[in-house]
């Protein structure tokens, strides 16, 4: 079936850290990766996202590695600051234009000053 | 270009009732797909409507139906509410041809007492 899993659920680090998140995910037909940011009482927002034809993807601080063999994909966020603060998701997609997403549990990411 | 808009932001319903929930995608996005969002089961998968027709389908109850219009505004209803119906409900839209990002509404908050 499938399945998206995604460690670590909670995570603290001090600003100007980095912090990295994991997924694995089950379905080898999977080809678009998004990850989504989630600050309390708000919508999920779109901060990243990859495609399997691609191995790694930057956007200023924020960076998505995949490893297809694996199965795995990762966010990477660099300098971390405390708005960066938030419950990140990542997600697996068929793709084709098919609006289904598969969530991992999520990553509760704390900032410290 | 307006986002993803969706109402009411709130509902209180009591066991047994029904409800129906109304999402209305970015103007031009054909797809919308529904989540529901639960502390305990994370961000699970509902159904996706494209071009008013139904085209995936999590592992719900049928209580938990949805319908789509021609001008794209998707509608859910969940009936014989149950009091672990009590979540927040997401719609997302997108495309729904080629171009794979989603985008979120705010959500409906529904408790069931």
């Keep these: ?113 | 270009k307006a986002g993803v808009t969706q109402t009411p932001r709130y509902l209180i319903k009591t066991r047994g009732q029904q409800v129906t929930l109304s999402c209305s995608p970015i103007s031009g996005h054909r797809s919308v797909s529904w989540y529901q969002q639960t502390p305990g089961q994370g961000l699970q998968f509902l159904f996706e409507y494209f071009s008013e027709t139904q085209r995936n389908k999590g592992n719900f109850p049928g209580r938990f139906s949805g319908r789509q219009f021609s001008n794209s505004r998707s509608e859910m209803n969940v009936s014989t509410l149950e009091l672990g119906d009590s979540a927040l409900y997401l719609c997302a839209s997108s495309t729904g041809t080629g171009q794979l990002e989603a985008f979120f509404g705010q959500g409906t908050r529904l408790t069931v007492v």
């Design chain 1, 1 to 113: 079936g499938e399945n998206v899993e995604q460690h670590p659920s909670t995570l603290s680090v001090q600003e100007g850290d980095s912090a990295v998140i994991k997924c694995t995910y089950s379905d080898s037909a999977s080809n678009y990766f998004p990850w989504y940011k989630q600050e309390l009482g708000k919508r999920p927002q779109l901060i990243i996202d990859i495609r399997s034809n691609v191995g790694e993807k930057k956007d200023q601080r924020i960076a998505v590695t995949l490893n297809k063999t694996a199965k795995h994909f990762s966010l990477h966020i660099t300098e971390t600051q405390p708005e960066d603060s938030a419950v990140y998701f990542c997600a697996a997609s068929k793709g084709g234009g098919y609006n289904k997403l598969i969530f991992g549990a999520g990553t509760r990411l704390a900032v410290h000053p």
